[in-house]
């Protein structure tokens, strides 16, 4: 079992890295460094403060948008071309596929942050020279970020198992927005009353909480972030990515496949 | 076909779970998150960058900006803190982003304005924020009731009536401005005038909050009202019959009262033995002056009389 | 035990978006197919043919009715590494390498690490693919190609039944006579082979057993042998030169003149005149032959007869 989930995550890790995503990658990442050499020329405190928020805005931006289409051209399309077919015409079970396929896609999102951040540090590095302790929240930063890939890309395979690509890949925007706001849709939900108070408090907590997972802003001012904070995050991160891993793998086991 | 029954049962127990997992973790994550919210709301950029940032989608951006004012303002208040610095610039991009937004007007005119720590003690503050607003809304007459208040609350009835007259002129204006132009001009600072602004700020408001807070002001102004009263019966009942009446009931019984007084929100007085009044619960029964345990209060100018 | 067992399996979809109409697309379907076989499975396109692999591999789900395949049910994962499959025009990976696909799926099939690259090299070869680079990417292979690296992962498992979604498409003559070698080939190894196609004549050559199919509908099933043994009462001349061909018209014949050679189909009846005709009329007799009916007869006739109960 373990053998098989680990060959179709290797397999769906190779197809990705070689579907010229890599390439887009180490473009943004050259081109983090040499926007660094421009800031050069504004004074040396607001600078880091851009390059932090930029940087790490782009890489969240970017990464969704890739795990976003990474994920339905490694699922969604495959269920609609018939690669599919030959696989599971094998001895492996769809729940194994799917749960394959969530650790093909997340290796590969996370490798594609890998070099990111790389070219991210090394932008840094030009603007301030040197590396201070309190860089290190940026690793943090980072964190959330995959986190957030992780909660989208599990997303992604939910909606693949029943959806197009490309409504897959509207549903799953969509989703991301909605999530972004979570907090403030809470807080809306929460002024509301009687019947469409339930339904709006049920909604606000079922979308993913992508706010809590923004510390862009506080680590771009060197501020940290609690303890607490990263393992709440963590948790939050495995628990809602198994729901939706969990969602995809009942539908996809009655799927009738075209 | 049993392996799919299982497989469903499984995955579906494995669903249900981590779904109410992570919806139960959102109420430990909101509180961590309180803290670095505020700070982050030092961040926010100035009105006009946010303004173009929300690509045309003003109207939401403002909803949630307001939504986030009001939040900022309850959890503060709740956790006892009795500044809100933020307070002005969240209620400020939310009415440049929708100058339509009544509610946070009021809601300013009356939170931003209070002293410490109902408010955030910033009255000319409050009094910009809600100049702005009538000059957005030029017909809408409203809003001089709170723009009024402001100057009432500081005790500057004439700058008071001025605003009042201003509203009065406003057409379709309702004539109760007019009454408190006049008022305010005649007699500044008094029980009547207090409760007709009260009542007006109470009927023309949208925001729960802004009119739970003018409700609270009109039960205190009773209550102001009823404890003096209610005293002065008793010292006359002391006068006639020569001694202190121990509880209400007696009194009742005497004839001079026909039930047991009650204040406006249905509590009982208690009387105690030196002839004061005193009220019960005084910390739900914010903005009395009258009937609180260790005699009355010095009468500030965050209410009315 | 025989290798596939259906009992009254059956496939309905429902149409549409708001009314949903049911659209039928296999008819209950009872059938057997013993181990040892090549059995073909023949109809026009839209028949059925590739829902009934489908609903055989567990791609989709019967509406009705069950099957077996070999003894199994049919999502008993033990019965798929005995079971190969290749679909119509398949799809693979695109950025994978020929090797690379097959060492991936022969992982998926449980085969041992040690015995992989073997397998790998065996299959390739046995196909026609032993000189493909193994650098070359599969988006870059040619129909043909596409349809043996099909085929090869179909078998590297050493399945003992494998079945075949019109393995004969899109190749060149050669090609089609490689792979009907192939299958011969694992027949000899002890395989079922279920082969689906709409090419008669190849199925004439392969099969031991055909069934036809139309609309979803088992319109007959037959021991090919026994369909093209009968012999239909004509007999076909072949001649050189001469100028008989109004006089064998007149008689009934149907012919026709290459050049100097010519060709008549007559009635056994007339088969005597028609020789004597020829030889009046100067021509050389080349050959005289019984004809035999085809596959084909055999399916335009199951295929235009009333709807019947068929008997296995």
Known sequence: ?258 | MKPRRRITVIFGTMLLLCISGAAFLLAPLDRVRARTTEEEALYIPSAAVLKKASLGYTGLMADIYWTRAVQYYGRRHVDGMATYPLLYQLLDISTTLDPQLLVAYQFGSIFLSQKSPSGAGQPDKAAQLVERGIAANPSDWTLYYNLGFIYYDMGAYREASEVFLRGSQVPNANPALHVLAATTAEKGGNPETARLLWTKIYETSSAESVRKNALQHLIALKIDEEVPTLERLVRKFRESTGRTPSNFEEMVAAGWLTDVPVDPTGQIYRLLPDGRVELQSPEKKPYVHFGLPGGPSEPQTDTAP | MSAIETFALEKTYSVGFWRKRPKCALRPLTLTVEEGEIFGYLGPNGAGKTTTLKLLMGLIFPTTGSAKILGMALDDPRMKAQVGFQPEQPYFYDYLTAHELLHYYAQISGIPAGDRKRRVESVLQRVGLGDVSPKLQLRKFSKGMSQRVGIAQAIIHDPKLVFLDEPMSGLDPMGRREVRDLIQSLKDEGKTIFFSTHILADAEALCDRVAVLDKGELRGVGVVADLTSKVQGKFEVVWQGGSALRALFDLGAECYMTGDIGRAVVREVILNAAIDELRRNGAQIISINPVRATLEDYFVERLTAEVQEVAQ
């Open chain 1, 1 to 258: 079992m373990t053998a098989r989930i680990k060959s179709i995550a290797f397999n769906t890790f190779r197809e990705a890295v070689r579907d010229r995503v890599l390439y887009n990658l180490i473009v943004f990442a050259l081109l983090m460094v040499a926007s660094s050499v421009l800031f050069g020329q504004i004074s040396i405190g607001i600078e880091r403060l851009i390059l932090v928020n930029l940087g790490l805005t782009a890489i969240s931006v970017f990464g969704i948008v890739i795990a976003i289409f990474i994920g339905i051209g490694l699922v969604s399309k495959e269920i609609e071309k018939r690669t599919l077919y030959t696989v599971l015409a094998r001895p492996v079970r769809r729940w194994e596929f799917i749960v394959g396929k969530f650790f093909g896609l997340t290796g590969t999102l996370v490798v594609n942050a890998f070099f990111m951040a790389v070219g991210f540090f090394l932008a840094l590095l030009v603007v301030v020279h040197r590396f201070e302790t309190r860089d290190g929240w940026l690793l943090v930063a980072l964190y959330f970020i995959v986190l957030q890939f992780v909660i989208i890309t599990a997303v992604t395979l939910f909606f693949s198992t029943f959806s197009s690509p490309l409504l897959s890949a509207v549903f799953t925007l969509a989703i991301v927005v909605i999530g972004t706001f979570a907090e403030d849709l809470r807080a809306f939900a929460a002024m509301m009353h009687g019947v469409p108070r339930w339904i709006a408090m049920a909604a606000a907590h079922v979308v993913p909480n992508f706010a809590s997972l923004n510390v862009i802003s506080t680590v771009a001012h060197g501020n940290g972030v609690a303890g607490s904070l990263i393992g709440l995050n963590t948790l939050y991160a495995v628990l809602y990515a198994g729901a939706a891993i969990a969602g995809a793998i009942i539908i996809f086991e009655r799927r009738n496949l075209k």
